[in-house]
Protein backbone atom coordinates (compact mmCIF):
# COMPACT_ATOMS: atom_id res chain seq x y z
CA UNK A 1 0.00 0.00 0.00
CA UNK A 2 1.46 2.96 -0.77
CA UNK A 3 1.86 6.27 1.53
CA UNK A 4 -0.65 8.12 -0.77
CA UNK A 5 -3.20 5.33 -0.64
CA UNK A 6 -3.38 4.98 2.97
CA UNK A 7 -3.10 8.93 3.59
CA UNK A 8 -6.56 9.14 1.18
CA UNK A 9 -7.84 6.11 3.57
CA UNK A 10 -7.41 8.25 6.38
CA UNK A 11 -8.85 11.07 5.25
CA UNK A 12 -11.60 9.10 3.80
CA UNK A 13 -12.24 7.62 7.19
CA UNK A 14 -11.59 11.43 9.00
CA UNK A 15 -14.57 12.16 6.89
CA UNK A 16 -17.17 9.10 7.60
CA UNK A 17 -16.53 9.63 11.02
CA UNK A 18 -17.34 13.69 11.35
CA UNK A 19 -20.50 12.94 8.73
CA UNK A 20 -21.74 10.39 11.08
CA UNK A 21 -21.42 12.65 13.91
CA UNK A 22 -22.25 15.91 12.57
CA UNK A 23 -26.25 15.17 13.07
CA UNK A 24 -27.31 14.79 16.28
CA UNK A 25 -28.26 11.11 15.57
CA UNK A 26 -25.12 10.01 15.19
CA UNK A 27 -24.58 11.61 18.68
CA UNK A 28 -28.01 9.55 20.24
CA UNK A 29 -26.56 6.29 18.46
CA UNK A 30 -23.56 6.17 20.34
CA UNK A 31 -25.20 7.16 23.52
CA UNK A 32 -27.90 4.50 23.19
CA UNK A 33 -25.46 1.92 21.74
CA UNK A 34 -23.37 2.54 24.32
CA UNK A 35 -25.47 2.31 27.51
CA UNK A 36 -27.12 -0.79 25.77
CA UNK A 37 -23.90 -2.79 25.51
CA UNK A 38 -22.44 -1.66 28.17
CA UNK A 39 -25.31 -2.05 31.05
CA UNK A 40 -27.47 -4.55 29.26
CA UNK A 41 -25.03 -7.22 27.37
CA UNK A 42 -22.54 -6.21 30.46
CA UNK A 43 -25.22 -7.64 32.38
CA UNK A 44 -25.21 -10.90 30.45
CA UNK A 45 -21.51 -11.39 30.25
CA UNK A 46 -21.53 -10.33 34.46
CA UNK A 47 -23.63 -13.61 35.06
CA UNK A 48 -21.47 -15.57 32.56
CA UNK A 49 -18.05 -14.81 34.15
CA UNK A 50 -19.30 -14.26 38.28
CA UNK A 51 -22.10 -16.12 38.80
CA UNK A 52 -22.05 -18.95 35.97
CA UNK A 53 -18.00 -19.44 35.93
CA UNK A 54 -17.21 -17.93 39.58
CA UNK A 55 -14.59 -16.06 38.38
CA UNK A 56 -13.34 -13.84 41.53
CA UNK A 57 -14.30 -10.34 41.86
CA UNK A 58 -14.38 -7.94 44.73
CA UNK A 59 -16.46 -9.44 47.38
CA UNK A 60 -20.16 -6.89 46.98
CA UNK A 61 -23.33 -7.51 46.31
CA UNK A 62 -23.98 -8.87 42.38
CA UNK A 63 -26.27 -5.73 41.36
CA UNK A 64 -23.49 -3.63 42.75
CA UNK A 65 -21.17 -5.23 40.95
CA UNK A 66 -22.77 -5.68 37.74
CA UNK A 67 -23.58 -1.79 38.30
CA UNK A 68 -19.78 -1.52 38.78
CA UNK A 69 -18.54 -3.48 35.78
CA UNK A 70 -21.15 -2.14 33.68
CA UNK A 71 -20.00 1.44 34.76
CA UNK A 72 -16.18 1.11 34.00
CA UNK A 73 -17.21 -0.75 30.43
CA UNK A 74 -19.67 2.13 29.48
CA UNK A 75 -16.10 4.63 30.27
CA UNK A 76 -13.80 2.59 28.64
CA UNK A 77 -15.80 1.07 25.57
CA UNK A 78 -17.50 4.29 24.12
CA UNK A 79 -14.47 4.95 22.73
CA UNK A 80 -14.31 2.29 20.29
CA UNK A 81 -18.00 2.33 19.65
CA UNK A 82 -17.00 5.83 18.53
CA UNK A 83 -15.33 4.76 15.37
CA UNK A 84 -17.35 1.11 15.18
CA UNK A 85 -20.39 2.89 14.62
CA UNK A 86 -19.46 4.87 11.60
CA UNK A 87 -16.95 2.12 10.21
CA UNK A 88 -20.12 -0.56 10.41
CA UNK A 89 -22.05 1.86 8.14
CA UNK A 90 -19.61 2.69 6.03
CA UNK A 91 -18.43 -1.30 5.61
CA UNK A 92 -22.17 -2.07 5.05
CA UNK A 93 -22.18 1.06 2.07
CA UNK A 94 -19.40 -0.33 -0.18
CA UNK A 95 -21.44 -4.03 0.10
CA UNK A 96 -24.44 -2.52 -2.01
CA UNK A 97 -26.75 -4.55 -0.33
CA UNK A 98 -30.48 -3.14 -1.69
CA UNK A 99 -33.13 -3.71 0.84
CA UNK A 100 -32.68 -1.35 4.14
CA UNK A 101 -33.70 -4.84 6.41
CA UNK A 102 -30.46 -6.38 5.03
CA UNK A 103 -28.47 -3.23 5.57
CA UNK A 104 -30.13 -2.89 8.90
CA UNK A 105 -29.28 -6.93 9.88
CA UNK A 106 -25.74 -6.78 8.46
CA UNK A 107 -25.04 -3.42 10.86
CA UNK A 108 -26.05 -5.14 13.87
CA UNK A 109 -24.42 -7.98 13.19
CA UNK A 110 -21.14 -6.02 12.25
CA UNK A 111 -21.49 -3.72 15.71
CA UNK A 112 -21.88 -6.89 17.96
CA UNK A 113 -18.90 -8.80 16.59
CA UNK A 114 -16.46 -5.84 16.51
CA UNK A 115 -17.99 -5.17 19.70
CA UNK A 116 -17.26 -8.83 20.86
CA UNK A 117 -14.08 -8.70 19.41
CA UNK A 118 -12.71 -5.74 21.27
CA UNK A 119 -14.06 -7.08 24.54
CA UNK A 120 -11.95 -9.95 24.08
CA UNK A 121 -9.41 -9.10 26.48
CA UNK A 122 -12.08 -7.75 29.13
CA UNK A 123 -11.52 -10.41 31.59
CA UNK A 124 -7.26 -9.50 31.93
CA UNK A 125 -8.36 -6.30 32.19
CA UNK A 126 -11.18 -6.70 34.95
CA UNK A 127 -8.90 -8.83 37.09
CA UNK A 128 -5.56 -6.69 36.68
CA UNK A 129 -8.29 -3.24 37.66
CA UNK A 130 -11.10 -4.45 39.82
CA UNK A 131 -9.81 -7.47 40.64
CA UNK A 132 -10.42 -8.94 44.10
CA UNK A 133 -6.87 -7.39 45.75
CA UNK A 134 -6.98 -4.34 43.47
CA UNK A 135 -6.80 -0.75 44.62
CA UNK A 136 -10.09 -0.39 42.80
CA UNK A 137 -11.39 -3.60 44.10
CA UNK A 138 -10.80 -2.87 47.24
CA UNK A 139 -12.19 0.82 47.04
CA UNK A 140 -15.73 -0.83 45.66
CA UNK A 141 -15.85 -3.00 49.10
CA UNK A 142 -15.60 0.06 50.95
CA UNK A 143 -18.17 1.78 48.96
CA UNK A 144 -20.74 -0.68 48.68
CA UNK A 145 -19.44 -3.02 51.05
CA UNK A 146 -18.47 -6.80 51.83
CA UNK A 147 -21.03 -8.98 50.90
CA UNK A 148 -20.36 -12.27 53.17
CA UNK A 149 -22.18 -14.45 50.59
CA UNK A 150 -19.97 -13.55 47.42
CA UNK A 151 -16.92 -13.60 49.86
CA UNK A 152 -17.94 -17.07 50.32
CA UNK A 153 -18.18 -18.49 46.67
CA UNK A 154 -16.25 -21.38 45.37
CA UNK A 155 -15.01 -19.78 42.00
CA UNK A 156 -13.09 -21.66 39.32
CA UNK A 157 -9.83 -21.17 38.45
CA UNK A 158 -9.01 -20.64 34.63
CA UNK A 159 -6.76 -19.74 32.15
CA UNK A 160 -6.51 -16.47 30.36
CA UNK A 161 -6.66 -17.99 27.28
CA UNK A 162 -9.91 -19.54 27.86
CA UNK A 163 -11.17 -16.43 29.58
CA UNK A 164 -10.39 -14.60 26.41
CA UNK A 165 -12.10 -17.04 24.26
CA UNK A 166 -15.19 -17.40 25.92
CA UNK A 167 -15.80 -13.58 26.17
CA UNK A 168 -15.15 -13.50 22.50
CA UNK A 169 -17.65 -16.39 22.03
CA UNK A 170 -20.03 -15.99 24.24
CA UNK A 171 -19.67 -12.62 23.78
CA UNK A 172 -20.59 -12.04 19.91
CA UNK A 173 -24.46 -13.14 19.93
CA UNK A 174 -25.02 -11.49 23.48
CA UNK A 175 -23.41 -8.18 21.91
CA UNK A 176 -25.14 -8.66 18.17
CA UNK A 177 -28.95 -9.39 20.01
CA UNK A 178 -28.11 -5.81 22.10
CA UNK A 179 -27.00 -4.08 19.21
CA UNK A 180 -30.17 -5.28 17.50
CA UNK A 181 -32.00 -3.66 20.92
CA UNK A 182 -30.17 -0.16 20.70
CA UNK A 183 -30.88 0.13 16.75
CA UNK A 184 -34.44 -0.59 17.58
CA UNK A 185 -34.45 1.86 20.23
CA UNK A 186 -32.56 4.54 18.57
CA UNK A 187 -35.39 3.95 15.38
CA UNK A 188 -38.03 4.40 18.07
CA UNK A 189 -36.46 7.28 19.39
CA UNK A 190 -36.09 9.00 16.08
CA UNK A 191 -39.91 8.39 15.32
CA UNK A 192 -40.76 9.44 18.41
CA UNK A 193 -39.21 12.82 18.33
CA UNK A 194 -40.27 13.02 14.50
CA UNK A 195 -43.94 13.04 15.77
CA UNK A 196 -43.69 15.34 18.19
Known sequence: MSATTITETRQHAAQGIRAFYSRPIGWLALLVSSATLAYGGGGVMFWF?????????????????????????????????????????????????GASR???????????VLFGVVTGPGPIMHDFLVGRDTALGKLAVDVFG???????????????????????????????????????????MVSGLARA
Do not use: C, M
Request: neutral net charge; without cysteine; hydrophobic residues 55%.
Open 49 to 97: HAIYRGEKGPPINDWYHWAFDSSLGFIALTPALFFILPGALWAIDRTRL
Open 102 to 112: AKAAAYVALVG
Open 146 to 188: RDPDVAARVGGEYSTLSDVILQVAVGVPVYVTVALVALVAVRA
